[in-house]
């Protein structure tokens, strides 16, 4: 049964880096049918996809964000991160890593849904 | 990329059916097939319900179905219980990346 867990800091000050890390077991995160992603709901808002990253490197984010954010895959201790750099109040959120299921187009392999979804870790940026 | 938009809440009687309704644009939601729907209890993070619009994972309820016609995709619960009160969103792959609905709270009276 696959289980993603993140973890990170549980505070980051405004113009600061929030980082975060999911691991996975249960699992491999080099599988050619799956993405592992980021999203992210403000409290009491909606979700917001942050981005996605492929075992190869592959990248895609949120045109919103694309500026601020990086996210990186190290296969071998079975974790993706993810970088937002320059934040605000506004970036307060739950951060979720997720399991983004693709499919296979003439365009490559494409992102589909999210299918297992880590508990989620709250992090408030303020000083 | 704008979100997909959602009606901000729905209610039904137990046993009765409610529909969500996920509107989007050609360029996204009536463009792709790929349509998802999520289903959020408070302080859990988002459960799949859907996905590639009308597949149900396993261990989902038959009760729940989706659908698409245009530019809007459906969510149908039927047989309306209880524990089926919470949050639910629909997504969809875009050109731009993957974008989620606005959100629907639905209320089992």
């Known amino acids: 049964q696959l289980h993603l867990q993140e973890s990170g800091p549980g505070l980051v000050q405004p113009s600061e880096t929030l980082s975060l890390t999911c691991t996975i077991s249960?699992?491999?995160?080099?599988?050619?049918?799956?993405?592992w992603a980021w999203i992210r709901q403000p409290p009491g808002k909606g979700l917001q996809w942050i981005g996605s990253i492929y075992y190869t490197g592959t990248t895609f984010y949120n045109p919103s964000l694309k500026s601020r954010v990086a996210i990186s895959v190290d296969i071998s201790t079975k974790q993706f991160s993810l970088k937002l750099i320059s934040v605000t109040a506004t970036d307060t959120a739950v951060y979720y890593c997720?399991?983004?299921?693709?499919?296979?187009?003439?365009?490559?392999?494409?992102?589909?849904?999210?299918?297992?979804w880590g508990q989620g870790t709250l992090v408030p940026v303020s000083s | 990329q704008s979100a997909l938009t959602q009606p901000p809440s729905v209610s039904g009687s137990p046993g009765q059916s409610v529909t969500i309704s996920c509107t989007g644009a050609s360029s996204d939601l009536g463009h792709y097939n790929r349509v998802s729907w999520y289903q959020q209890s408070p302080g859990t993070a988002p459960k799949l319900m859907i996905y590639e619009v009308s597949n149900r994972p396993s261990g989902v309820p038959d009760r729940f179905s989706g659908s698409k016609s245009g530019n809007t995709a459906s969510l149908i619960i039927s047989g309306l219980q209880a524990e089926d009160e919470g949050d639910y969103y629909c997504s969809s792959y875009t050109s731009s990346g993957t974008v989620f609905g606005t959100g629907t709270k639905v209320t089992v009276l």
């Open positions: 997720a399991r983004q299921e693709s499919y296979s187009s003439d365009s490559g392999v494409i992102p589909d849904y999210f299918d297992h």
């Open positions: 249960g699992g491999f995160l080099r599988s050619s049918s799956s993405y």
